[in-house]
């Protein structure tokens, strides 16, 4: 019997991880302009009504793009990490099951979807990159931004785009392929309009129950936590508790996310 | 690997339950090095459960299986990185093309673009589909999304290759063909395990085959072997207007017969006289009043062999 230390080329497993990434920036590559259309459509034509034609007709004070930027910028980020992972994640297991070459990558398997989340979140940057000049350029001059909270900035968008990566590895892979549709009425819909995306959370000391209901949607510490790093001078959850909160919520849904991940993948 | 050790097995019968049913009862085989071995046996016999397992893609809930000196369940890395797997379906990387399918395979596998890329050239070449080696997956027929599976599968080397019903769904030509490329690899000296329920196809490429059925060996040996050990004589199968085991005992009594066996309407008659027995048992047959509708000839072969031990025919 051959002696496993003999063999051949034993396989690095960071090799094999950046061989899978490499794969999905390929595919990305390929499909980025349809990739990009179908991830910052929405967040583009709230930016249109919101940012730019509602505040023309002075039914929105000037103040309210400096909150609403920093809440669209969270949803580019938020949606597309959802979207790179969840939808190849249902097709891959539930149609053409192509996922199999990986599957049988010399690594263990929670390596496989633990690169998929990576891709995942750096596709949820990449929206968010796209999006901010268009946003900035539809808007014009938004008071009171800033970047010099780039250490922040950088642990928000690392934790939120891994948050909402992993709910997609969970959601992609728990999810049957028929109720996909569902996934964004049900789930998807009311995480963004109750995400405080579109309204910082402070706002909502005007509707206290409402203020503390949200508490339970993640999407409420990206928005929040965006706001505390582009956009200081609108009051914002402190940064110190979007950390934490994001933090476990990461943990959280990469926990799930792995598991389910595996279930599936080996029967 | 050394001597008569197993390259592929698997003991003490690993199990895997599937809901209720265990898709695998008990299965103690050992595929040796080198060897070409056929898994044979109906729709849900447990074979795709067995490569399943031996592939590292299901996990027994008892037993263990071991692949090149690895077990599949604690070592599974080390098991992949020694296997190549055809699957029952094609499954390419569809946002990939041909030739980068078989580049990304080889990288996940830890292989440079400088060494497989000349790999998968070649590969493509001898199957045949050098000319689609730029094209979509999905602008491949069937037949060449197979070829490029074997091709996937070869890529890095593997020393054992498992390939699941790789000829289901093939037009007889491409199937040919297949035969001959698995023959050549076999000829290279690599082990390979395969699924079918071609009678055929198990006996023309096969070293060994285990005969399986509901989660269960039945028979393990070479194809000659196997055809010797079928019931003597061809097998008559005829389906009568009546209970078969009502004319057992009267076709038993006719000359030449071997063996009878009723099951429902269906009755199985061995003969050493070939067709010859078909006139006397219609006639005894119907003397007690069941006369016969249609009527199948069988030469002893395994499939024969299977029928005998299964009560049941592969498809």
Redesign the interface.
């Known amino acids: 019997?051959?002696?496993?230390a003999a063999?051949p080329?034993?396989?690095?497993p960071s090799?094999?991880f950046f061989?899978?990434l490499?794969?999905d920036v390929?595919?990305a590559r390929?499909?980025l302009v349809f990739f990009l259309v179908r991830t910052t459509m929405q967040p583009l034509l709230f930016v249109i009504v919101f940012g730019y034609l509602l505040p023309k007709m002075n039914f929105v004070g000037r103040g309210y793009q400096t909150a609403l930027l920093p809440g669209i910028l969270a949803v580019s980020l938020s949606l597309s990490a959802i979207q790179s992972v969840a939808l190849p994640m249902v097709q891959d297991f539930g149609w053409?099951?192509?996922i199999?070459?990986?599957?049988?990558?010399?690594?263990?398997?929670r390596l496989i979807a633990a690169e998929k989340i990576v891709a995942g979140m750096i596709q949820g940057v990449l929206a968010a990159a796209f999006v901010l000049p268009i946003a900035r350029l539809v808007m014009g001059p938004i008071s009171g931004f800033t970047f010099s909270n780039v250490g922040e900035l950088a642990a928000i968008v690392v934790l939120g785009s891994m948050a909402f990566s992993s709910l997609g590895m969970w959601l992609g892979t728990a999810i049957a392929p028929q109720q996909i549709g569902l996934m964004f009425s049900v789930i998807i819909a009311p995480m963004l309009f109750f995400g405080c995306a579109y309204y910082p959370w402070r706002g909502l000391d005007a509707v206290p129950v409402m203020k503390y209901l949200v508490l339970v949607n993640p999407m409420v510490y990206v928005a929040e936590g965006m706001r505390g790093a582009l956009t200081p001078n609108v009051p914002h959850m402190p940064l110190a508790v979007v950390g934490v909160a994001l933090v476990v919520i990461a943990g959280f849904f990469w926990t799930l996310g792995m598991r389910s991940f595996y279930k599936r993948?080996?029967? | 690997?050394?001597g008569a050790?197993?390259s592929a097995g698997m003991q003490g019968g690993a199990g895997v339950p599937r809901g209720e049913i265990v898709a695998l009862e008990s299965l103690d085989l050992e595929v040796r090095d080198g060897e070409f071995f056929g898994l044979l046996g109906p729709n849900g016999a447990g074979k795709t459960t067995t490569i399943?397992i031996l592939?590292?893609?299901?996990?027994p809930t008892s037993g263990t299986a071991?692949v090149?000196?690895?077990d599949v369940a604690s070592?599974?890395?080390?098991v992949?990185?020694?296997?190549g797997?055809v699957?029952q379906?094609p499954?390419?990387?569809?946002?990939?093309n041909a030739i980068?399918?078989l580049l990304?395979?080889a990288?996940?596998?830890?292989i440079p673009a400088a060494t497989s890329l000349p790999r998968a050239n070649q590969l493509l070449d001898q199957l045949g589909i050098s000319d689609k080696a730029y094209a979509k997956v999905d602008e491949m027929s069937g037949g060449q999304q197979q070829r490029l599976m074997i091709a996937?599968a070869l890529i890095h080397e593997p020393?054992v290759i498992f390939l699941d019903e790789p000829t289901v769904g093939l037009d007889p030509q491409t199937r040919l063909s297949l035969w001959e490329i698995l023959r050549q690899l076999h000829g290279q000296g690599r082990t390979i395990v395969m699924t079918t329920h071609y009678m055929e196809e198990a006996d023309k490429l096969c070293d060994r085959i285990a005969i399986v059925d509901r989660g269960q060996l039945l028979e393990l040996d070479t194809p000659e072997a196997l055809k010797e050990r079928a019931p003597g004589g061809t097998l008559v199968e005829m389906s009568l207007s009546g209970d078969a085991s009502m004319v057992v005992d009267v076709v038993r009594a006719v000359e030449g017969v071997l063996r009878v066996e009723a099951q429902g309407r269906t009755l199985r008659v061995f003969s050493d006289r070939g067709g010859r027995v078909i006139s006397p048992v219609i006639q005894a047959a119907e003397d007690n009043g069941v006369s016969v509708t249609n009527i199948s000839l069988t030469e002893p072969s395994l499939e024969t062999l299977f029928v005998a031990r299964t009560g049941r025919k592969l498809d």
């Open positions: 019997m051959t002696a496993i063999m080329h034993p396989v690095r090799s094999v061989a899978l490499r794969r390929r595919v390929k499909e053409t099951k192509e199999e070459d990986r599957l049988l990558a010399p690594v263990p398997t993948a080996i029967g | 690997m050394g050790s197993a399943g592939t590292t893609r299901v996990k071991v090149g000196g690895a070592q599974s890395v080390q992949r990185q020694r296997i797997v699957p379906r499954n390419p990387d569809r946002s990939l980068e399918n990304f395979h990288a996940y596998f830890g996937r020393q």
